[in-house]
């Protein structure tokens, strides 16, 4: 059941079947169309300082939505089609979480805000930093009020509403013929849609952390390996419905770009250490390994053609959820399992998925024509094209395992860029 708590009005039928099998069923207070728009700078401090977690009715301020589905409290600054899209979705990712680690019926709902811009979304969590257990730029789970915060990054659920981030500036791009130009520009578009998460895979990591915080173990978690959380936030990640409604997972595009380059780079870790390490093996939770990793295996046993090694990761999550306790529950499950072998496998599987990376492609065919310092507009996007700029002679991910050979020493003039920027995640 969902409630919503904003507008007399009943949802429109595009909302309903966005949001079926849910039905929203009563309402409290109006909403105009200009309400639905984000407010002005202005008016945006005493915005962000909605209060944090649940709210009552009294609590709700000016601008926001209320929707209550069986499980979760969306307090939205979004219109009501995309809130109801978003509360389905929630409401389906629930199911899948439960499917990899059960938890008890019932309990409160997960509260998940939704802000209209970014503006909004770092004024708003600046003050709970401290606590978070988790913070990316474009969304979070934080610890201490147990709410999931999130903005609208114009790509909601498969909705398309992008403006291009990357450009030319034209004051210092002045070689490029009328094709290339129209080439690059076509590159930066694609890199934008590339580059930029869907708002429901934000959803989708933070609220997996939310879900084993607040409904797995309230009481305090077991000490797991952070490719393991993090990998299964990725697979949870790719969820999106079928034509039947039914919940898929699939590849993982952002985490296949950064594990092309670790593995050109030698930065994965081999998986008998990974999944088994021994005492004082170096921990393997910063930056875009452990999600990249993390994923590229748990989607390697799930999809193998071995059925024993498409129940390794149940067994194991199975086994957690029983001992509390990771190094036991990998001892107990792969025991018999020869992970040099293994590794071998996943390293042929993993070196054999196709890159997708607009920005690599600008990199590598225009790089002699498009410096890093020749790009204007969002600030990641040309961190990254710096680093593939400079790698663009390099070998590449479309054929990771190759030999090795001394890294480029032609880096930008801004200086040496240190490891791959990661595609934000939580």
């Known amino acids: ?83 109801a899209a978003l509360a389905g979705h929630l409401d389906s990712l629930l199911e899948l979480y439960r499917e990899l680690l059960p938890s008890p019926a019932g309990g409160e709902r997960l509260v998940v805000k939704l802000l209209a811009d970014e503006d909004e979304y770092r004024a708003y969590v600046g003050p709970f930093s401290a606590g978070a257990v988790s913070g990316a730029r474009f969304g ?72 084993l915080d607040r409904r797995v173990w309230p009481k305090g978690a077991p000490e797991l390996p952070a490719w393991l959380v993090q990998g299964l936030a990725e697979h949870a990640a790719t969820a999106s419905a ?47 390994a452990p999600p990249a990793q993390g994923w590229s295996l748990i989607h390697f046993l799930l999809t193998s053609d071995d059925p024993q090694r498409r129940q390794l990761l149940p067994r194991l999550l199975a086994e957690i959820d029983r001992t509390d306790d990771y190094e036991r529950s990998a001892g107990t499950v792969f025991a018999e399992v020869d992970l040099e072998r293994l590794h071998a496998d996943w390293q042929a599987w993993a070196a054999s998925l196709p890159v997708d990376d607009p920005l690599h492609e600008l990199a590598r065919r225009y790089g002699d024509k498009v410096r890093p310092e020749q790009l204007t507009g969002d600030a990641d996007l040309k961190r990254r094209y710096s680093w593939l700029w400079s790698r663009r002679n390099a070998p590449q991910p479309e054929n990771p395992l190759s030999p090795a050979v001394p890294r480029p020493v032609d880096p930008p003039s801004d200086g040496p860029p240190s490891g791959p920027p990661p595609d934000e995640h939580p």
């Not at 039928?13 to 966005?18: G, T």
């Not at 993982?252 to 250490?273: C, K, Q, S, Y």
């Open 140 to 211: 979070r789970y934080d610890a201490g009020s147990g709410e999931v915060v999130a903005w609208n990054t114009r790509l909601v659920l498969g909705r398309n509403e992008l403006a291009t981030a990357l450009r030319l500036d034209s004051d210092r791009v002045t070689t490029l013929t009328y094709g290339e130009n129209q080439a690059v520009l076509q590159l930066t578009d694609a890199a934008t849609r590339a580059y930029t998460p869907d708002l429901g895979a934000v959803l989708a990591r933070c609220c997996w952390r939310q879900y």
């Open 242 to 288: 079928d034509a039947q409604g039914r919940i898929r997972t699939g590849s993982n595009t952002a985490r296949i770009r950064e594990l092309g380059w670790m593995l050109v780079e030698g930065d994965t870790r081999p998986l008998f250490e990974l999944l088994r390490p021994e005492p004082g093996t170096p921990a393997f939770d910063v930056g875009p």
């Open 1 to 83: 059941m969902v409630v919503e708590m904003n507008g007399s009005h009943n949802p429109s039928p595009s909302a309903l079947s966005l949001l079926a099998p849910v039905l929203i069923v009563s309402a409290l207070g109006s909403t105009s169309g200009a309400q639905e728009q984000p407010p002005p700078l202005d008016e945006r401090e005493a915005l962000a300082g909605a209060p944090p977690g649940a709210w009552s009715r009294e609590q709700r301020p000016a601008g926001w939505s209320v929707l209550e589905t069986r499980s979760f409290e969306l307090q939205s600054r979004l219109g009501k089609q995309p809130t």
